[in-house]
């Protein structure tokens, strides 16, 4: 492929949504970035392999804020895209879903570093990039932010719904960059780390179905593509309608 493909910058991609979204990009001819807590998967057939991948830790706002450089050598001046799908939910020793009761306070702040914090140093550290492409960042909530979920814990849902206030703030900032920025709130998506009892959800929704990985990669193709122009600060539900 020709140096002037478009970039994208894209955490969590190692499975599930993140996964589905290297592939849809990479079939568009874009050239996808990816960024984990682990190496380069070989097996992985996407993307550029090693070269385009950084291995860091979310979790650690010192070490997110050193990739920024690191990333920064990998462009050549641009990002189109930026896609913050990392996000992590611990759970209880017997898998139980963590309460605002009983989540060890270590955790509130792992999870936050993650789902959060993450997202605005990647989006702020690379803004001048993300305006000379005149690119579009969009940031992967859930449907957990709105409600309280049987099985999203109580640190992972209040992370989501503050990145989706992040969402609407980031798109009055970044705005007069030219720089797009919206959310994508999946619900109950058919990937490894589903819990037990999700059927029980899937009866009640009006779809009667999973989502697709592939379904919720399409939603955030259209978000970092020319076919949204005029949408910004906006956060599209992609759920089956379950949350009517």
């Not at 493909?5 to 990009?25: P, Q």
């Not at 001819?29 to 996407?46: A, D, L, Y």
Request: aromatic content about 6%.
């Amino acid at each position: 492929m020709s140096d002037d493909r478009k970039t994208l910058l894209l955490t969590g991609a190692s499975r599930g949504i993140g996964h589905a979204t290297v592939r849809r990009f990479n079939r568009e001819g874009w050239r996808v970035i990816t960024c984990s807590r682990h190496p380069f998967p070989e097996e992985c057939p996407w993307g550029g392999g090693r070269a385009d991948h950084v291995q860091l830790d979310l979790s650690d706002p010192a070490d997110t804020i050193n990739a920024v450089e690191l990333i920064r050598d990998k462009l050549d001046g641009r990002l189109d895209a930026l896609v913050n799908n990392a996000g992590v939910s611990p759970k209880g020793p017997n898998g139980e879903r963590l309460n605002t009761l009983n989540t060890d306070l270590m955790d509130w702040g792992k999870v936050f570093h993650v789902n959060f914090f993450a997202s605005v140093v990647l989006a702020r550290g690379l803004q001048e990039e993300l305006a000379a492409a005149r690119g579009s960042v969009v940031n992967v909530t859930s449907i957990a932010g709105s409600r309280v979920h049987p099985f999203a814990g109580a640190a992972y849902a209040t992370s989501k719904a503050a990145l989706a206030a992040l969402t609407r703030e980031m798109a009055h900032d970044f705005g007069p960059l030219g720089v797009r920025v919206n959310a994508i709130a999946p619900g109950e998506v058919e990937t490894s780390i589903l819990s037990p009892g999700t059927e029980k959800i899937v009866a009640k929704l009006p779809m009667q179905r999973l989502g697709q990985p592939a379904e919720v990669a399409d939603a955030i193709y259209y978000l970092c593509s020319d076919q949204s122009s005029y949408i910004s600060g906006a956060e599209i539900e992609v759920n089956g309608a379950q949350h009517v």
